[in-house]
């Protein structure tokens, strides 16, 4: 699904650029930032549906299926858990606090239950939480899928849930920093990974072979869409018709990004950008904040804010290339060998034993 690979990539650097931008006081891009990761949600639910398809047959499948998930995502994030917190420490002068708790909540994805923002110990890893409590919920959802009618009824259900959401929180009188932590919950974005399970359903039973050319386009237009619509204030972006558009709009690039046949001049780069993703989203944050509390001090008093404009973008190029090359080598030397390493070690694993008859049936 190369087509999605190609548009992971791209919102992996949206997000990073976001972040790159406003920590150094360049811009203030909120739709890259909102909306780059709530495509992730929608890939994962449609990357999800398209590859588990009929493959989840009872609790060993659903177990497996969960390990495979933790296997993909955790591996890289405790590494860069414990850099992180090392960090912390270093420029605070003491422990994180509750320290054992946040790596036991972390470790095992549950901060995603309560409060994801203020229990991820990485900038960024709230949505993996909420991504792992989803991953729970997915045996139910593949089972509903082929069921039309209920299926229309989930959609409907979770998308009133997540705009009354959403106007409960943001749109509230408090305003977007003071609901920011009641914001991001598991109903805000259930709607998006749920639709995104539609889209890969119905990817497996149908496909047009899009020209590339239409799925250029269609990133083009998107992402000429988030910075047309981008707000002044943090927050608006999710509010009226803009993020009645903006919400309609990451399903529908999802939706045409996987029946595009991605060329063979274009496919080793949109593996590469698949590669990429998880490592850039995680790391960006890792490389700035390093340079930022530990090397610039000890070559300049000036803080990064208030660097020439000329430096500041040469401080987002070189974060992004690092960013990615280091992704690059963990995808291929680090997390691809443990992936493989557990799926071995999973497909070892006993099958159930028969019921007393059927077993007799087959010694006979």
């Known amino acids: 699904m190369l087509g999605w690979d190609v548009l992971r990539g791209l919102c992996a650097l949206a997000v990073a650029s ?46 497996v299926f969960l390990a495979t998930r933790w296997l993909r995502l955790a591996p890289l994030y405790i590494v860069l858990c ?75 259900a979770l998308g009133l849930l997540q705009w009354a959401w959403i ?20 109903p805000a974005f259930a709607a998006y990974f749920f639709g995104g399970c539609v889209i890969g359903h119905w990817r497996r039973l149908r496909f047009f072979s899009l020209r590339q050319g239409w799925g250029v386009l269609a ?8 910075l047309a619509l981008n707000p002044a204030e943090a927050g608006d972006e999710l509010l009226g018709l803009r993020g009645a558009v903006l919400f309609g709009a990451c399903f529908a690039v999802v ?30 944050p890792m490389f700035f904040f390093g340079f930022v509390w530990f090397v610039l001090p000890r070559f300049s008093a000036i803080d990064i804010t208030d660097a020439p404009v000329v430096a500041k973008c040469a401080m987002l190029a070189a974060v992004l290339v690092l960013s990615c ?25 006993p099958a159930p034993r028969a019921p007393y008859s059927e077993a007799a049936r087959i010694s006979s």
């Open 18 to 63: 976001y972040h790159l931008m406003y920590w150094q006081d360049v811009a203030s891009l909120h739709t890259l930032g909102s909306y780059g990761v709530y495509l992730f949600f929608v890939l994962s639910g449609a990357s999800l549906a398209y590859n588990y398809s009929g493959r989840l047959a009872g609790p060993r499948d659903a177990a």
């Open 167 to 186: 106007y409960r929180t943001v749109g509230s009188e408090a305003g977007y920093a003071a609901s920011a932590v009641a914001y991001h919950q598991v």
């Open 255 to 284: 939706f045409v990004s996987g029946q595009v046949s991605v060329g063979a001049r274009l496919a080793p780069v949109a593996r590469w950008l698949g590669d990429i993703t998880y490592g850039c989203y995680l790391l960006h």
């Open 325 to 349: 090359v280091t992704a690059t080598a963990s995808e291929r030397w680090f997390e691809a060998p443990l992936r493989r390493w557990g799926k071995r070690v999973l497909a070892r694993r």
């Open 82 to 156: 414990v850099v992180f917190v090392a960090f912390l420490s270093l420029r605070n002068g003491q422990w994180v606090d509750q320290l054992p708790l946040r790596l036991s909540l972390n470790i095992t994805f549950a901060f995603g239950v309560h409060d994801p923002v203020i229990w991820a110990l990485l900038i960024g890893g709230w949505s993996l939480g909420i991504e792992f409590l989803y991953y729970l919920a997915f045996p139910l959802v593949l089972a509903l899928l082929p069921r039309a009618a209920w299926c229309a009824v989930a959609a409907l």
């Open 219 to 226: 990133w083009l237009l998107v992402g000429g869409l988030l």
